[in-house]
């Protein structure tokens, strides 16, 4: 069965940095595009971060060059390493990735199970 593992959320004061982790595990044929969405009470989620399996990149506007989105493809994993956080970033990170297990014809959306990040001012 394919899951999404995450790690690296955490407290950290503003203008900290953290770095999330997210590992694909299970038998799968095909990873394609990954990323980082986050989610807080008062929003829907939203996107931060995604690449390609070739290494294209794409990040949502409030990201302004702070957050870099990176992959490993031999270890089927993602990461996003975060820099100058500020308050507003606080939210539940989730790790997604577009996935064909095994035994599928095509290929269908994983979610993490969410890490907290809490940026303190």
């Known amino acids: 069965q394919v899951q999404l593992v995450e790690s690296g959320g955490g407290l950290v004061q503003a203008g900290g940095s953290l770095r999330l982790s997210c590992v694909a595990s299970?038998?799968?044929?095909?990873?394609?595009?990954m990323g980082w969405y986050r989610h807080t009470p008062d929003k829907p989620r939203e996107l931060v971060a995604v690449i390609t399996s070739g290494g294209a990149t794409d990040y949502a506007d409030f990201v302004q060059g702070r957050f870099t989105v990176s992959r490993d493809n031999a270890q089927k994993a993602v990461y996003l390493q975060m820099n100058s956080l500020k308050p507003e970033d606080t939210a539940v990170y989730y790790c997604?990735?577009?996935?064909?297990?095994?035994?599928?014809?095509?290929?269908?959306?994983?979610w993490g199970q969410g890490t907290q990040v809490t940026v303190s001012s």
């Open positions: 299970g038998s799968m044929k095909v990873i394609g595009v």
């Open positions: 997604h990735a577009k996935i064909q297990p095994q035994q599928f014809l095509g290929l269908t959306d994983f």
